[in-house]
């Protein structure tokens, strides 16, 4: 899991051409991450400047390591069965397209930990990924909310690993040196006032994250050798 969140540093998005990626070496020195901020608003008509929200991520051997920090004014969620509407709620999350083949995955978390998970070319072709692999991240999530009087909303947090059998589309999947695309996103669907963020950019006239176009470039840098 990732270490010290609350030390994390904070990028901002022209900083960032290609997300690079760290390696978490087990036992060993952890590198320094960088919270990226999930700032952009595509949808004028759903924008909320109260809400804030940012991200970082990395890798070990085992799978992709992702935390999120979020402070926003309203919270409504409930703990939902795998797989179910998780945008309605405080919801973040992650996208990725491993190769060029056309498909993605797409893993969303609200701030009580239900999951939802698909894989498909487009938001229409999706298949939702199997229980056991949602069981699998959900033994490895941990959250907490916080309402303390330096926050002026309400700030919740989750750290989270996707482990490599996830990817149940990619069975030989190797991250070391891997170079992808992928979007970050912070949604309300049913928030008293409903808004939409994203890391980096999209052009669509409604709401709509599923756009593989829009993706930005990572790469997941090779363990470091002395």
Partial sequence: MLQDPSAIRTAYPDQVSVLKIPFLPEGGP?????????????????????????FSIAYDATGIHLYFVVCEPFLRASKR????????????????????????????????????????PNRHQRSFLPETVLRGISDQLSISLHNLAEHR????????????????????LQLPGLQCTANFAKCGDELPEPHFKSWMPIQSATPDFHQPEAFGSIVFEPPYEP
Avoid at 81 to 97: L, Q, S, T, W
């Fill in 81 to 120: 069965p795998p797989n179910a509407e998780v945008h309605h709620d405080n919801c973040v999350e992650f996208f990725i397209a491993l190769d060029n083949t056309g498909g993605y995955y797409n893993f969303e978390f609200n701030c009580m930990g239900s999951i939802k998970a698909a894989y498909g």
């Fill in 30 to 54: 952890q590198p320094a991450l960088t919270l990226q901020p999930i700032s952009q608003e595509p949808w004028p008509a759903f924008r909320d400047a109260r809400a804030s929200a940012a």
């Fill in 153 to 172: 909303y309400p700030r919740w947090e989750i750290c989270a690993v996707i482990p490599l059998d996830a990817f149940v589309h990619h069975p030989q």
